[in-house]
């Protein structure tokens, strides 16, 4: 008989023995295990235990509390045949475009992926050459090139949805280099070292199955030719039925064309803007786990709040992370965070956002556009060469600016200029924040860090616009798919991963169904 054990609780110390924990609990003389979820329950800092979600097979008989019979979950697409002469044309291989060019290629579809940034390898070399030299490739950088922005960073895995296909979609990834713990994490993370992997990986799957890709060549237009699209990338052009924007969130120049120049129906929605905050990484941990700190990973967070009717979050934590230089453009500042699978960096770091409104920067389309670039501007301009504009927490929350870093060294690859946050950041983003970080230290006590370093600015967490589509996804123009973050339908690696399938799968023909 196969069970589902639910709420397995373990003392942190006791996870290596966990085969005679289970024996010893219910009293069993031979059955099989597997992990389905682990997590760690750490609100009463003197216990600190991992909670698991158990598959049991056993001959016995299984009784207790949270045990039920098991039923598997796991769900694949399925695969049919593309029955269209032209092939799909994929633009940004980002998780959207990974995934949905993955399964087009699955259908035999042999899509051709437009990528306006460099191949993996070389991109590794222009983003190099950013923080080294502060030489910008404005197509291949933090934010363009294989594998999309989330490349470069913790390649978190978590997403609020329940789609079936999520699962699979993480296997996905284990099938071509991750750790098989994303599989059972509660709060699963790649990293960027190994998620640089497993994107090529990827990669050369699709090649294997006929999929051609174009990297270096950005998506310049599409006209209507009878019953096709004439597609222009650079010096290129292809005919295609089936056009599908993966373009990123950061897309300003194809966003402006699309809606300027081939009249695609867009309207403007909320984003969110503020700083990067980095602690250490050790007092991060002793903050969540108390004593058990040293049995257990780099200690994550996840923070909320209000501020009037603004939402107040932390995004995007980065356990023994870094923050790093994100500008697409030049003349702007724009950070993220990374870090890799280890999580070794001395600091960790989080975004702390405040809610931005669509009556914040105007009424029109692309007024969102506009005032992100102009905060990230005007971040420039307090700095030199790149530096980020930035402050300690103690002088942020009282108006005043720290004389110098204290006892945290920022990890910001360009350096950070000291100074007054406000000529930066909105006065509602400001103040957000503040009452973000008295909020939070109630919530998880240390969060407030005197010498904490807050470093400007966080503006690229989502998209200031959605690309309007229908319930067959396809945009004003019957011809053109918008999908994953760019088009406003997700919000991280995960849940822009699943759009891009979902959308290829509806084109094939599929309509979301699945096979066990």
Same mark, same amino acid.
Request: one cysteine or more; aromatic letters at 12%; glycine letters at 8%.
């Given at each position: 008989m196969q069970y589902q054990v639910d709420q397995f609780k373990v003392l942190v110390s006791k996870t290596q023995d966990l085969e005679n924990l289970i024996r010893r609990y219910y009293g069993l003389k031979k059955f099989k295990f597997r992990i389905l979820s682990r997590s760690i329950d750490a609100r009463t800092k003197e216990n600190v235990f991992y909670v698991y979600r158990l598959w049991i097979e056993t001959e016995e008989e299984l009784k207790g509390k949270n045990i039920s019979v098991y039923t598997p979950k796991d769900i694949e697409p399925i695969y049919k045949s593309w029955k269209y002469l032209d092939a799909p044309i994929v633009v940004?291989?980002?998780?959207?475009?990974?995934?949905?060019?993955?399964?087009?290629?699955?259908? &035999?579809?042999?899509?051709?992926?437009? /990528?306006?940034?460099?191949?993996? /390898? /070389?991109?590794?070399?222009?983003?190099?050459?950013?923080?080294?030299?502060?030489?910008?490739n404005p197509n291949s950088n933090v934010q363009f090139g294989e594998g999309g922005a989330g490349t470069f960073s913790d390649g978190k895995l978590t997403t609020n949805l329940k789609n079936?296909?999520?699962?699979?979609?993480?296997?996905?990834?284990?099938?071509?280099?991750?750790?098989?713990?994303?599989?059972?994490?509660?709060?699963?993370?790649?990293?960027?070292?190994?998620?640089?992997?497993?994107?090529?990986?990827?990669?050369?799957?699709?090649?294997?199955?006929?999929?051609?890709?174009?990297?270096?060549?950005?998506?310049?237009?599409?006209?209507?030719? /009878?019953?096709? @699209?004439?597609?222009?990338?650079?010096?290129?052009?292809?005919?295609?039925?089936?056009?599908?924007?993966?373009?990123?969130?950061?897309a300003r120049d194809t966003i402006r064309h699309l809606y300027t120049n081939m009249h695609i129906h867009m309207e403007p929605k909320a984003f969110s803007m503020g700083v990067r905050v980095e602690h250490p990484s050790l007092y991060i941990d002793e903050a969540q786990? &108390?004593?058990?700190?040293?049995? @257990?990973?780099?200690?994550?967070?996840?923070?909320?709040?209000?501020?009037?009717?603004?939402?107040v979050y932390t995004f995007c934590m980065c356990p023994g992370g870094y923050v790093i230089a994100s500008a697409s453009e030049e003349g702007t500042i724009v950070t993220n965070g990374m870090s890799n699978h280890l999580r070794e960096g001395a600091n960790s770091n989080s975004a702390l956002l405040v809610d931005v409104r669509p009556r914040d920067y105007g009424p029109g389309v692309l007024d969102g556009l506009l005032y992100q670039e102009k905060y990230e501007r005007l971040a420039f301009t307090l700095g030199k060469a790149y530096q980020a504009p930035a402050n300690l927490m103690k002088e942020f929350l009282v108006n005043d600016v720290a004389e110098?870093?204290?006892?945290?060294?920022?990890?910001?690859?360009? &350096?950070?200029? @000291?100074?007054?946050?406000?000529?930066?950041?909105?006065?509602?983003?400001?103040?957000?924040?503040?009452?973000?970080?008295?909020?939070?230290?109630?919530k998880m006590k240390g969060f407030y860090h005197p010498d904490a370093v807050m470093i400007g600015i966080e503006s690229r967490s989502s998209s200031p616009v959605r690309i309007l589509r229908d319930e067959n996804r396809q945009s004003s123009n019957p011809y053109i798919y918008p999908m994953g973050e760019g088009a406003g339908y997700a919000g991280g690696i995960t849940s822009a991963s699943l759009d891009g399938l979902l959308t290829a799968m509806k084109i094939v023909g599929e309509d979301n169904e699945c096979k066990n």
């Open positions: 940004g291989f980002g998780p959207a475009g990974i995934f949905a060019s993955l399964y087009l290629a699955r259908c &035999g579809a042999k899509p051709i992926i437009l /990528e306006r940034g460099s191949k993996i /390898e /070389e991109r590794v070399k222009d983003v190099t050459e950013f923080i080294q030299n502060k030489t910008l079936p296909y999520i699962q699979f979609i993480l296997k996905e990834f284990v099938k071509h280099g991750a750790s098989e713990d994303i599989l059972i994490d509660n709060m699963p993370h790649i990293g960027t070292d190994v998620l640089r992997d497993v994107v090529k990986n990827i990669r050369i799957e699709i090649e294997k199955l006929g999929g051609t890709f174009y990297f270096n060549t950005p998506f310049l237009d599409a006209k209507k030719k /009878e019953d096709k @699209l004439e597609v222009t990338a650079l010096n290129h052009t292809f005919y295609t039925r089936h056009l599908l924007l993966g373009i990123g969130h950061s786990y &108390g004593p058990y700190a040293k049995y @257990l990973p780099r200690a994550y967070y996840k923070l909320a709040t209000r501020y009037l009717d603004r939402g110098s870093i204290r006892s945290i060294q920022p990890t910001y690859p360009h &350096g950070i200029a @000291l100074c007054d946050l406000r000529q930066c950041l909105p006065d509602f983003v400001i103040e957000g924040i503040k009452k973000g970080i008295q909020d939070f230290d109630k």
